[in-house]
């Protein structure tokens, strides 16, 4: 398997919007969603793991959204708005809410979601 040279961060988001993140250094077994999400060839000691092939996608279903950026260039209540649509997780987003309202109302949910996977 291989084996990582310096030490990185990794968040993966999983198809419904499930967050996994953890710090693996060279010393460590990475489990499979930590090295799929490692795009930086110049971690690995060696050659990077690889990868196993996706399934294709069922009709009709593509990518999940990316997530806006919380601050800056690209992160305006619009984008966020957009988002939150897209996930599909609320009936509605209300006229004043602000980008810092409709993010903390995602990530909320994201969090209830995860709890409900753990249970089952």
């Known amino acids: 398997m291989a084996r990582l040279n310096t ?12 967050q996994q993140a953890g ?4 010393p460590d077994e990475l489990p499979a969603w930590a090295a799929a999400a490692i795009t ?6 060696g050659d990077p793991p690889a990868a196993d092939p996706e399934p294709a996608a069922p009709a009709g279903e593509g990518d999940p959204p990316v997530e806006p950026p919380r601050h800056g260039k690209g992160s305006s209540v619009e984008a ?7 996930l599909g997780w609320f009936e509605s987003i209300p006229e004043n809410a602000s980008r810092d309202d409709i993010a903390k109302a995602i990530d909320d949910e994201r969090e209830r979601r995860a709890a409900e996977q753990n249970q089952e």
């Open 40 to 45: 930086n060839p110049d971690v690995w000691d």
């Open 23 to 26: 710090t693996f250094g060279p």
């Open 80 to 86: 966020w708005r957009e988002y939150a649509g897209k």
């Open 7 to 18: 030490f990185v961060h990794v968040v993966a988001v999983d198809a419904g919007g499930a």
